[in-house]
């Protein structure tokens, strides 16, 4: 979408007027709003609303921080496709903070990031990656001196929302992981007073973050979230629910081994141990690598890494899940019918069956009843 020459942001000007000093067409910037608008869940038909909030954005400010963690997420949100992180960083927001991503180091930029906040406060958005230790004081992670936590509150203090980057900012990840030596925790566990969303994953979709991002510039807040805090755009429905293979599954056609027959006609991974049926996440549909391919359709079991503790929950990563239930696609329409007219008359039954004890109750309260208090309609209906 981003043409690659760089272009100073020059102070006061909004996205619009950048991306037209960038030579960026109003056909490319369309595309790019129509399909976040498409991912947010609000249609191609928002786009034109979602461009008009868009282009009179003034540069947001964003500060990152990291804590313990592998970098994947930072790696993740790096290969996002449309568009790359280095037009999301550097054309659309100010990264003025970024341990991986930027060149200086040391007090420079420790000042630099107080800087920012200061002149900030109150509007910009906080993204974390990494889990917070807790145990020995916190001492696990430091920077600068001080642990992580310190700088996850001061930074959070000023933030306008937060954005938990990955497993390890949702809720600890493998860190956190039996017997988490170190105490880790997720954002939520310490910061109890901002608005927080979790892109889940380990690591989490790269478009993902670009549409949340988007949403928030768009609307001023956050999107709506389940009740993991969870975008609902992205983690509303599970993988099996949108797995390509899951007609395999209501067959009863599974793969057995890695590399057998039924592998190799892409049958459905549920006995090789896919956490499909109990994973909320957007990986069928966004998918991977500029949508080209995903876990399961590279041929390996889900892992559930967008659930909280799937290391304890999910593990054995390669034992199956208990059954899950429903009607298989080759069921036939006889057996299902059979199966719902044994359910029907069971209803009845127990309607009939209950209406003859509610008889039963009401003639034995009339008879406690003393007569001359019976009801007159009844007395007239009995003479």
């Known amino acids: ?22 030579g960026v067409s109003r056909r490319s910037f369309l595309e790019f709003c129509t399909e976040m608008a498409v991912v947010l869940g609000l249609g191609s038909a928002a786009a034109p609303s979602v461009a008009k909030a868009l282009e009179a954005q003034k540069r947001p ?3 990152w921080l990291e804590m313990q963690e592998c970098t994947g997420c930072v790696e993740s949100v ?10 999301l960083v550097l054309d659309v927001v100010s990264l003025d903070y970024s341990e991986t991503l930027m060149a200086a180091a040391g007090h420079a930029v420790e000042k630099a990031k107080a800087d920012s906040m200061a002149r900030n406060k109150g509007g910009y958005v906080l993204i974390v990656t990494g889990s917070v230790p807790t145990k020995e004081d916190g001492i696990y992670c430091m920077v600068a ?3 992580i936590r310190e700088h996850l509150e001061e930074a959070a203090e000023g933030a306008a929302a937060i954005i938990a980057l990955g497993a390890c900012a949702h809720w600890g990840s493998v860190q956190a992981a039996r017997p988490n030596p170190t105490g880790a925790v997720g954002v939520r566990d310490i910061i109890k007073n901002k608005p927080i969303v979790n892109i889940a994953g380990c690591p989490p ?11 928030f510039l768009t609307f001023g ?3 709506s979230t389940d009740r993991e805090g969870r ?18 599954y209501d067959a009863g056609q599974y793969v057995e081994h890695f590399d057998d027959d039924a592998a190799r006609r892409g049958w459905c991974l549920y006995q090789m141990g896919c956490k499909g049926p109990a994973t909320y996440s957007p990986c069928p549909i966004i998918q991977w690598n500029n949508r080209t391919s995903w876990p399961i359709g ?13 290391w304890d929950t999910m593990t054995p990563f390669y034992r199956r899940l208990p059954e899950v239930g429903g009607f298989g696609v080759e069921e036939r329409v006889d057996t299902i019918g059979a199966s719902l007219a044994v359910g029907a008359a069971a209803g009845v039954i127990a309607h009939a069956g209950m209406t003859v004890l509610h008889q039963i109750r009401r003639r034995k309260s009339m008879k406690q009843v003393p007569e001359h208090e019976h009801p007159a309609s009844e007395e007239g209906h009995n003479g």
């Open 205 to 215: 979709i790269g478009d993902v973050v670009t549409a949340t991002v988007v949403h």
């Open 231 to 248: 975008p609902l755009f992205a983690y509303g429905n599970r993988i099996h629910d949108d797995c390509p293979r899951r007609a395999h």
């Open 1 to 22: 979408m981003f043409l690659r020459h760089a272009e100073p942001w020059i102070d006061g000007s909004t996205l619009g007027e950048h991306l037209e000093e960038r």
């Open 78 to 87: 790096l290969r996002t496709e449309a568009p790359t992180i280095g037009d």
């Open 145 to 147: 001196g001080r642990t």
């Open 298 to 310: 590279a041929g390996h079991p889900c892992i559930g890494c967008t659930e909280p503790y799937f």
């Open 221 to 223: 807040r956050l999107p």
């Open 61 to 63: 400010t964003v500060i």
